[in-house]
């Protein structure tokens, strides 16, 4: 009998593992939804921005002038490659003026420096008093000249 109860108890114990109880588990539990969070959308990245640097415009290069026989401040200025107009010659005498005594007398040698590019007040001012002068003579230096030299 020691041995039949040890085969039903090993019977009973194998049953049970092989084939589980009787009586059926309750069926599991459904698993919940899984709600995955929504994906961060990154912001599309800023272009690089180009970092262009711009040198600033060289100042032009003034026209050096050597006076010649028979040149005046009104040919020089009325001449294409300098001014092309000879109511600009104030321009010159006021540019300068540390070597010109009296506009109205230059002398062969002399060497000008000439402003290539001046503004345009500067243009206007000198037109105005290249027309408006008045009377001069060779040798003296006209009041006009003087205030014009001031301004």
Known sequence: MKISRLNFTLGLLLGFILGGCATTPPPA?????????????????????????????PEPE???????????????AGKGYIYGDSFRWPLIYKENSSQIIDADLIYPGQVFMIDSDPDMDEIDAAIRHAKTRGPWSLGVVEDSDRAYLAQ
């Open 29 to 57: 539990p459904e698993p919940e939804p899984v709600v995955m969070p929504e994906p961060e959308v990154m912001p599309e990245p800023e272009p690089e921005q180009e970092v262009v640097m711009v040198a600033p415009e």
């Open 62 to 76: 003034p026209i050096i002038f050597t006076v010649s026989q028979g040149d005046t401040l009104w040919s020089i």
